[in-house]
């Protein structure tokens, strides 16, 4: 009988290949810059938390030098607070930096937040947003830390 690779063996050789795809260079008119890698993860469902049960984020190019960046945090239950705190981050070549204020966007005595923000973006860069969903109940706090897709602001 012929050994077979183990699953993992063949889910690490996939990932890695997709995730040298990610780092394909891009032309700019300033030289060569590396592309940062792309994670796409529009929703998440929350196992093993308290609170938390499932948060939505993205991003969209509003195409005059600002993004709008929308959110949704949903709790099992009602809950004291419920949110996100969101930072914009800019690429800037091998890192994401943290740019412009983050905003703390929340509801209170709900067990969903729906909200967004309007960030200013320098064209040609790449984009993209940390956001943490996060509920606190009775003192007690759950967030998890999540990213919207990336965009190169036009």
Do not use: C
């Not at 030289?31 to 948060?55: E, H, R």
């Not at 509920?135 to 967030?143: H, R």
């Amino acid at each position: 009988m012929k050994p077979t690779k183990p699953i993992a063996y063949s889910l690490l050789s996939a990932a890695l290949v997709l995730g040298a795809a990610s780092y394909a260079p891009v032309a700019h008119a300033d030289g060569l810059v590396k592309a940062p890698p792309q994670v796409i993860q529009p929703y998440s469902n929350y196992n093993g938390y308290t609170y938390l049960m499932s948060a939505t984020r993205s991003m969209i190019d509003n195409k005059n030098q600002t993004f709008s960046i929308a959110f949704t945090t949903q709790a099992k239950t009602l809950v004291n607070q419920i949110g996100a705190r969101i930072q914009l981050q800019r690429w800037n070549g091998s890192t994401w930096v943290n740019v412009d204020a983050q905003a703390d966007l929340y509801a209170t005595n709900d067990f969903l937040a729906q909200k967004s923000v309007v960030k200013s973006v320098q064209s040609g860069s790449y984009y993209r947003a940390s956001v943490v969903h996060y509920v606190i109940q009775a003192g007690m706090m759950e967030q998890v830390q999540e990213y919207t897709n990336l965009l190169m602001a036009t």
